[in-house]
């Protein structure tokens, strides 16, 4: 008896320190990766490390890094959302076709509805996700294409530009020297890393992720988390078309072509396991950093952007790769 | 003594620096069925994992016919004639009796093209020879997992396997399927194979092990003759301690009636269910597969609802549509398929132990991760979970102690009536008295237990009363004298 006992109770142990260093390396590995590549890219090119260019990466990465954010709470439920940039292009129409100088409407019209167009298809998605079991990778696919088609129809497939400088502000402003997009795409990082890490829905979205079966008979509403993630995906992807809109000025019925690519890859470089439950946002961010930091390194380099490609699919390959072995070792 | 057909001595295997074997040891002759025995955590799948090739050992060795061999991967110890039946090596369900058995190795047309019919005539010769009566181009997938194993061990052989690896192969399989079983392992036996068999059934292993390896705490014991070591004494050597009495049974059904059900039915699952439960009662629900025992312990639970009949708890209507309203009800369900349905495997004790009881732990939707450890924590010394920390992920631990997280879930709902579900499949036998312990402790006062088990041992030492399902319906209640195992048969089948 004295012998089960006494091995039943937690100890804080030489073990335990060791699972603390590997499951740093393990949350952290991805920051270390960062890191590294900063590095060689400062070394290679002596522009990287400049404020202007840095700021430029973040201003880049800060769309897809939103979009990024709601697929990482889809990819956590076992899910997949391929209409992000469809959806985002929707939004973005929607929005400026509300936001032109000459409308005259205040700028929280365009905001809402841009937001609204996004959250009323993520909502599409989820109720056919969770409710009718169509599978995600399906029904975004379809969405995919029928955002994109309502785009074209909505815009009668015309570029809409002179967006009035209050909404432009949104993709080209600054405040205190931070461009407001990165400000925007910081907030809503912040907002998700919360939201996973302390709150009961995120406890919820992993469970979900790591076992539906069992999240149910825990008396878990299992569909309503499913269709809640597909919702926030699609409000994101409307605060993702106006934030494309203001800053290229204008909402083009063909923005955000193959975004869900990217969207994806910075999540899956990010750590978070396409089958579910595991994953951290922490990681979707250094997955957009890295994809952003890469692109720009490339771009200084004078590297075309048909390497660019192949270069950053190589390195999605290859993440997924590394973490897989780490993962086989320990 | 010839040599053995294979030997491993000396191995040693951790992970991240934690070991979970260090001194594995096997011999295992031609011909015979050697049964490894070993509690929780005693290294028993590490060391079969080990010489099937799908963890690399630290140290050690491992002879066939007295030569040494290194398996970098399953498929290599497969190709040297070493197998493993396990609930765990899946099948391909979509494919046929004869794809399965031949998968990785089809007849071929012009060395491209599968010859189907060679392959299903290969396969039906092959099932005839094992005495399978199964169709060789049924869909994998139709079958019952009894069948499923047959198919397994019938692949096993046509690989020409010399050493089969059984690990709880009848941990999900009835009586009838465990006889055909054990049928074939006779006809392997008589072939030469050598067979190693984990089982935490006790009276298989006296039944067709011929010898016994111990393991405890990830090291060899001792090795000899079944038929040297009694059954108290094999139990006492595998836990490294006296045991108490198997089940410790203490609770008393008292008058008042908890539950009642009237008339459930649902689709061809079960119908015309009507029974009761009373306070302090254990209620044992026997059936073998299929006869709608856990079906009606899913729609009791709202997991699948009950489409006619009604039930009253505690004299007030229940009426459960999904899990969420049995929960507030009271109840709580240990599923028997705690892989499955019962845990996040990937995530750690401290997070399942609080799955069921999310809004406990948290201050307006704030998860407070103080209250979660003060919750988890208790559970721990309570129930005698092993474990290094609450933080490890539960598919590291055995599946004992994955039966407690599971408990120890249900158990923070604090819930009256507990429905357990195959309460300690794959449990070795020092949880499984932990878990009876457990049982008894709980059935008092105003809460009851509705227990299914297809151990019959089990069933007739627990339960206060037993039901006997039979194809959906009741076909009887057995209570005091009436609780024998020929009632169960003749009741079940």
């Known amino acids: 008896m004295n012998q089960a006992s006494s091995s039943a109770t937690p100890t804080t142990s030489a073990t335990d320190h060791r699972n603390r260093i590997t499951g740093f390396l393990s949350d952290y590995g991805i920051i270390v990766a960062f890191i590294v590549l900063c590095v060689i890219l400062s070394v290679v090119s002596p ?6 260019n840095l700021l430029n990466v973040l201003r880049q990465v800060s769309i897809n890094g939103v979009l990024a954010i709601g697929m990482t709470f889809v990819i956590l439920t076992r899910g997949i959302d391929l209409s992000v940039g469809s959806m985002m292009a929707f939004a973005a129409m929607v929005a400026a076709s509300f936001a032109v100088v000459d409308s005259g409407m205040p700028l929280i019209v365009p905001l809402t509805l841009g937001l609204a167009a996004g959250l009323a298809l993520g909502c599409v998605n989820g109720v056919m996700v969770a409710r009718f079991a169509i599978p995600p990778f399906v029904m975004t696919l379809g969405m995919l294409s029928m955002a994109r088609g309502l785009t074209y129809i909505y815009s009668d497939g015309m570029p809409i530009s002179s967006l009035s400088p209050s909404f432009l502000w949104l993709g080209q402003g600054m405040v205190v020297g931070i461009p407001v997009p990165v400000i925007l795409f910081a907030a809503v990082f ?3 890393w919360f939201t996973l890490r302390y709150t009961t829905f995120g406890r919820y979205v992993y469970a979900v992720g790591g076992n539906p079966t069992a999240a149910r008979l825990s008396g878990i509403k299992v569909s309503r988390i499913t269709f809640s993630v597909y919702a926030i995906s699609g409000l994101l992807c409307g605060l993702a078309g106006l934030m494309i809109a203001a800053r290229t000025s204008a909402a083009l019925p063909q923005a955000g072509v193959a975004y869900e690519l990217d969207a994806i890859a910075a999540v899956v470089i990010g750590g978070t396991s396409l089958a579910g439950g595991k994953g951290r946002i922490v990681g979707t961010l250094f997955g957009v950093l890295i994809i952003g930091v890469i692109n720009n390194g490339l771009d200084l380099l004078g590297v075309s952007s048909f390497y660019q490609q192949l270069v950053k699919g190589a390195i999605i390959v290859v993440a997924v790769m590394l973490d897989r072995s780490r993962l086989s070792n320990t | 003594m010839s040599t053995p057909l294979l030997h491993a001595e000396g191995i040693a295997k951790s992970f991240s620096g934690v070991p979970a074997l260090t001194n594995g040891q096997l011999s295992l002759r031609a011909g015979t069925v050697h049964a490894l025995c070993g509690g929780n955590g005693a290294g028993k799948s590490t060391l079969l994992n080990v010489l099937m090739g799908i963890l690399q050992r630290d140290a050690g060795y491992v002879q066939i016919d007295g030569r040494e061999v290194n398996f970098p991967s399953p498929h290599d110890a497969l190709d040297t004639g070493i197998a493993m039946i396990s609930q765990e090596l899946e099948p391909v369900p979509d494919m ?22 060679r392959m299903r005539l290969q396969a039906e010769q092959l099932l005839r020879e094992l005495e399978l009566h199964l169709p060789a181009n049924a869909r994998l997938g139709s079958l019952s997992i009894a069948d499923m194993q047959m198919v397994e061990i019938a692949r096993a052989i046509s690989r020409d396997a010399r050493v089969i690896i059984m690990d709880e192969p009848t941990s999900a399989i009835g009586e009838r399927e465990t006889e055909l079983l054990f049928a074939a392992v006779e006809r392997l036996k008589a072939r030469g194979t050598g067979i190693i068999y984990v089982s935490h059934r ?9 010898d016994y390896t111990i393991m405890r705490d990830g090291t060899f014991i001792e090795t000899g003759a079944m038929a040297d070591i009694d059954r108290h004494r094999l139990i006492t050597t595998v836990l490294g301690k006296e045991l108490d009495e198997e089940y410790a049974k203490y609770n008393r059904p008292g008058a008042d009636t908890l539950l009642e059900v009237d008339d459930y039915g649902r689709g061809k699952d079960f119908e015309r269910v009507s029974l009761d439960l009373k306070a302090g009662e254990i209620l044992g629900i026997f059936g073998l597969m299929g006869s709608g025992r856990s079906e009606f312990l899913d729609a009791l639970f709202g997991a699948a609802p009950a489409e006619r009949g009604s039930a009253r708890l505690r004299g007030a209507p229940f009426q459960p549509r999904e899990p969420g309203d049995a929960m507030r009800a009271g109840i709580a369900y240990v599923t028997e398929d705690r892989k499955g349905s019962g845990l996040v495997m990937g995530a750690s004790i401290k997070r399942n132990v609080t799955l069921a009881s999310i809004p406990d732990v948290a201050r307006n939707s704030l998860i407070h991760e103080g209250m979660e450890d003060a919750v988890a924590t208790p559970f721990v010394e309570r129930l005698q979970i092993k474990a290094s920390s609450l933080d490890m992920p539960v598919k590291q631990m055995s599946g004992g102690n994955q039966q407690k997280v599971v408990l120890a879930k249900w158990l923070q709902t604090q819930p009256s009536i507990l429905l357990l579900d195959e309460p300690t ?8 008295r932990e878990i009876y312990a457990f049982m008894s402790e709980f059935a008092r006062d105003d809460r009851a237990i509705i227990m299914t088990s297809s151990e019959i041992p089990e069933v007739l030492g627990m ?4 039901i006997v399902f039979r194809k959906g319906r009741i076909s009887g209640e057995l209570h005091g004298d009436e609780l024998t195992q020929e009632n169960l048969v003749r009741l079940s089948s």
């Open chain 1, 47 to 52: 522009y990287f490390l400049g404020v202007n």
């Open chain 1, 190 to 192: 912040m907002l998700a």
């Open chain 2, 96 to 117: 046929t009796v004869a794809e399965n058995i031949f998968l990785g190795r089809e007849p071929r047309l012009m060395g491209a093209l599968v010859d189907h019919r």
């Open chain 2, 202 to 210: 006790m009276n298989e292993l006296y039944r067709i092990a011929d």
């Open chain 2, 425 to 432: 499949r794959g449990v070795d036998v020092g949880a499984k």
């Open chain 2, 463 to 466: 339960s206060d009363r037993v």
